[in-house]
């Protein structure tokens, strides 16, 4: 019945010879295993960060931010680098399974629920940044457009701080209902194959009682065309908007229309990064290396290459239209950002971000893995001195000289951080331990089109002439005609 | 909801499943429904099922989100408070885009995913009968409902004619109810 044919000159998709039995066996059976040792240390080692984290934060609330070391001149330190940082990586999740879904690239089908978890981790530590930079947070409900006793007073709708509320928000929400979305049939099939009462219990709980009808299937299937062609442009917005919370602020270094498109190819870069960081791992510890192929982290570096070189280029565009526009503020932030006192932090970028990626133009390299995941953090690396550069060094030289100050973080705001990985990375082993983290259906789905074992059969196909093989189709089709009616 | 008798085939391939499902639709046997592993393509034509609508669900939903952000907006600047930024207009369209944006999505996604919800009527602690339990796993069930008119003998028969691998008479519920997977007290009353 797949008259999609895909030539053997296409590399497979899954490894192995495999059957749809066996890919149940492959992905589900690490969540009925006990854990490795390496899970528990692994988990544990998050958790105490993560509880280092809320110690630091909960200091700061008590304390309040003077805790911090941003000051009157740069009001923007880490907090918000981090914030940005996070909000790059939740990229990757939604652009794999949302636009490559529309652009048809089989290989997503491999990555696209590991890389989704991760988009909506990243995301939730993203929200931290902001709602605690506020200092009182228990008044945070204030940013919100409900009736209250204030007048009531609104927030300001035509500011990018609030559209970046309804864009992470949203952008949270959208991701999680298509991530759990194809994650129920896979939950049915942990639950059918559950041997003890718990298990049962539990997955039967998160599959929704799905049964996987011929009417199921093809709802499940509309609602995920549709959800990827939502959130393709929501991708897109939320790094927008985030880039316009600087954009639309008369500030040398920020006051540039570039941003949009140079947030959203930047964090695309980290992304895709942060992606090949956890995949290189996982497929090693869970033995999946026979659906997360060398071909698939090759395809996300050679990504990681051009987003990295569109990054490049935006960088170059700046300096170029700093000293093309004759503006002295603009030329003297350009100038002080490569050779002021944050100098480290311009040329860090530069190198993590710019110089670096490009030996992924040699294919040895991007086939490589251990070579691809220290680049995967090399560049997550630069990409966190991006956003550094971008925040720090526009702020903290500006237009009155008597306020030019320096800035550098407390424990606190280190500690901060820390927990935010501590948050992710607890997350993530959860869902390594409990969850399908390769889609199962959908690799079964693909198998007969792109599995190593059923690709070769197309061998003998691919010697066929042109006549022969047109005649197949065509026969194939009266079969379907028949069939229909 | 009712509790039913059915005659279950059970199928090794999808490739098989085809023309059994053909076969079936032919043949004037009460076709409960077909069971898959993975989304099949072309099996709902098969089955003669339409498309579905779920997208113009989607539409609508949208739709929704975008007049509730433009009317909320407009509403909050032009008469509830109107604010004056450096005389700018009151009714600043462009700078309401994003926020419209995030709504219309916002609104076309939960609304779809409650509607997928809903016509699947699936729900956290919804309960429906599994015919067999590797139809999540690798095998193609197709179930046929034995009334009156037909005996268990002759139903069995007709599966194992269309290339079954397995077959087997079940006494279950055909919709869904509240229950709890791990509990199977009701289905072996029903079948000692």
């Known amino acids: ?485 | 909801m009712a509790i039913k008798k059915f005659a279950v085939g059970v199928y090794d391939d999808e490739e098989i499943l085809f023309p059994a499902v053909k076969k079936i639709r032919h043949s004037g046997y009460k076709l409960h429904d077909v069971y898959t592993p993975f989304p099949v393509h072309g099996l709902d034509d098969a089955l003669g099922y339409k498309s579905t609508d779920l997208h113009i669900a989607g539409f609508i939903y949208g739709l929704c989100g975008t007049s509730t952000a433009v009317g909320f907006i407009s509403w909050i600047y032009c008469s509830d408070w109107p604010l004056n930024y450096g005389g700018k207009p009151h009714f600043a369209l462009p700078a309401w885009i994003p926020i419209t944006f995030e709504l219309t999505v916002l609104f076309a996604a939960v609304g779809m995913v409650l509607t997928f919800c809903y016509l699947n009527q699936i729900m956290p602690g919804v309960k429906k009968h599994v015919f067999h339990p590797r139809q999540s796993d690798d095998k193609f069930v197709a179930v046929l409902e034995i009334n009156s008119q037909v005996t268990e003998q002759e139903a069995i028969d007709f599966l194992k004619s269309t290339g079954t691998s397995e077959t087997s008479i079940q006494i279950a519920e055909a919709g869904w109810w509240y229950g709890r997977f791990d509990q199977k007290e009701a289905y072996e009353a029903l079948n000692p």
């Not at chain 1, 939950?187 to 041997?195: I, P, Q, S």
């Not at chain 1, 270094?253 to 980290?270: K, L, Q």
């Not at chain 1, 000293?323 to 860090?348: D, L, N, T, V």
């Open chain 1, 1 to 485: 019945m797949h008259i999609k044919y895909e030539s053997f000159v296409r590399e497979p998709l899954v490894d192995g010879s495999k059957d749809y039995h066996q890919i149940s066996e492959d992905i589900v059976s690490p969540i009925e295993r006990k854990p490795g040792r390496m899970w528990y240390v692994g988990f544990f080692f998050s958790l105490v960060l993560l509880l280092f984290g809320v110690f630091s934060v909960a200091w700061a609330v008590y304390w309040g931010l003077g805790t911090w070391g941003v000051n009157k001149t740069i009001g923007w330190g880490w907090d918000i680098t981090n914030f940005v940082w996070w909000v790059g990586i939740g990229h990757a999740g939604t652009l794999i399974s949302a636009i490559l879904l529309l652009f048809r690239q089989g290989w997503r089908t491999g990555v696209n629920r590991a890389a989704e978890a991760m988009t909506i981790f990243a995301v939730m530590c993203a929200g931290q940044f902001p709602i605690f930079h506020m200092g009182r947070v228990w008044d945070g409900f204030f940013i919100l457009p409900y009736p209250n006793t204030r007048g009531p007073l609104w927030p300001n709708l035509d500011s990018p701080l609030l559209w970046d509320v309804f864009a992470i928000s949203t952008y949270f929400t959208v991701s999680l209902l298509f991530w759990y979305s194809g994650l129920i049939p896979d939950f049915a099939l942990v639950r059918d194959r559950a041997k003890t009462k718990f298990r049962k219990m539990m997955y039967g709980f998160a599959s929704f009682g799905w049964t996987g009808t011929a009417k199921n299937w093809q709802r499940q299937e509309a609602l995920a065309l549709v959800l990827a062609g939502l959130a393709t442009p929501l991708v897109l917005s939320v790094h927008t908007i985030v880039s316009m919370d600087f954009a639309t602020s008369v500030i040398p270094g920020w006051h540039t229309t570039i941003f949009p498109p140079y947030f959203v190819a930047g964090a695309v870069f980290s992304g895709f990064a942060m992606v090949n960081t956890l995949l290189v791992i996982t497929r090693k510890i869970l033995h999946l290396e026979e659906y997360i192929t060398v071909g698939h982290l090759e395809a996300m570096n050679k990504v990681i290459v051009l987003t990295g070189s569109i990054v490049g280029i935006a960088y170059l565009t700046e300096l170029f239209i700093a000293w093309y526009s004759g503006s002295w503020g603009e030329q003297a932030e350009f100038r002080w950002r490569i050779m002021g006192p944050y100098w480290w932090s311009y040329w860090a970028m530069m190198t993590c971000n710019v110089v670096s990626p490009q030996l992924f133009w040699v294919k040895k390299l991007r086939r490589n893995i251990p070579f691809t995941f220290v680049m995967s953090i090399v560049v997550n690396i630069g990409m966190w001195f991006e956003r550094f550069v971008i925040i720090v060094t526009s702020l903290y030289r500006d237009w009155i000289p008597g306020s030019w100050a320096y800035y550098s973080p407390q424990w606190t705001e280190v500690g901060f951080y820390l927990g935010t990985f501590g948050l992710f990375f607890t997350c993530y082993f959860l869902f390594a331990k409990y969850f399908p983290v390769i889609a199962v259906s959908e690799i079964k789905f693909v198998l007969k089109t792109s599995g190593d074992n059923f690709k070769k059969k197309m061998e003998k196909i691919e010697q066929q002439s042109t006549e022969e093989f047109i005649h197949v189709v065509e026969s194939h089709h009266e079969e379907e005609h028949e069939v229909h009616h």
